[in-house]
């Protein structure tokens, strides 16, 4: 009996022991698993914080690439509204030509878009009004405004009726040289006086002292059709109703 129950005894002790061993046995495995755990919740907080970065990097780099495509748009739409403006300010195939000067003074040749309109293109010749006046009286005028190239940047893009100067030939004649003018006051108040007038020539009274001399001012307007044969080369033919030929005066820019 008390042999039986030692070995009884022994073998709760013996089963409480292994017991007890198992669980430390089990006691690192857990362990381990909750350091894989926290690694992994570590891993995954990297690699959303990783995503995040990147996601924030890109929406920037399509904010700015949305900038730079919408300040590119406004630089295009500024300069059609530049270009658009420059275009309605020019000439187009149908222009207003007036030629006026003082008895005793040279040929102003001047192209409008309108009668009213800025003048495009306004030179003076040295050409004398009267001596064209005869020119006209004996038959059909020529004349050719001839300007140079030149290598120089601001050639390659000014436009042609914005030349400066230029040679003047009439009939096949040298002429002497022709300038480009500005539309002043006194101009101005020519063409404004002539305002009404569509077609026709004509000789408007004497100005003040200061402006020509006192002298009358010979003047006459048409409509002229404008003919473009390239960036360096355009022409200018008028256009009279009461002939059927060829027209009486025909102004052509060269740039040669």
């Not at 022994?10 to 017991?19: A, E, I, Y």
């Not at 914080?49 to 904010?63: E, F, G, H, P, Y």
């Not at 436009?159 to 003047?168: H, Q, Y």
């Not at 001399?213 to 008028?238: L, N, T």
Request: with cysteine; charged share 25%; hydrophobic share 35%.
């Amino acid at each position: 009996m008390a042999k039986s129950s030692q070995h009884l005894s022994s073998k709760r002790l013996f089963h409480w022991t292994k017991k007890v061993s198992n669980e430390g046995e089990e006691t690192p495995s857990t362990f381990k698993s909750c350091c894989n755990i926290s690694e992994g919740q570590k891993l995954k907080g990297t690699l959303q914080a990783q995503d995040a970065d990147s996601r924030i990097s890109l929406s920037l780099t399509r904010k700015k690439l949305q900038s730079i495509a919408v300040s590119r748009v406004h630089s295009v739409i500024t300069a059609f509204a530049k270009n658009r403006a420059h275009l309605q300010q020019g000439l187009g195939p149908q222009v207003v030509g007036t030629l006026f000067g003082y008895r005793r003074g040279h040929v102003h040749f001047v192209f409008q878009k309108e009668p009213n309109s800025t003048p495009a293109f306004l030179v003076e010749l040295a050409t004398p009004i009267t001596g064209l006046v005869r020119e006209m009286a004996s038959g059909l005028v020529r004349i050719a405004l001839e300007c140079s190239k030149g290598e120089e940047e601001e050639k390659r893009t000014c436009r042609l009726v914005e030349e400066p100067t230029w040679r003047t030939f009439c009939n096949g004649k040298k002429s002497g040289v022709a300038s480009r003018k500005e539309c002043g006051p006194e101009e101005w108040k020519i063409l404004k006086a002539l305002g009404p007038i569509s077609m026709g020539a004509g000789v408007l009274p004497a100005g003040n002292e200061g402006e020509g001399g006192g002298d009358e001012i010979i003047y006459m307007r048409a409509k002229f059709e404008r003919v473009v044969g390239s960036r360096d080369s355009e022409a200018f033919y008028m256009r009279n109703p009461d002939s059927n030929g060829a027209p009486e005066l025909s102004l052509y820019l060269l740039r040669v």
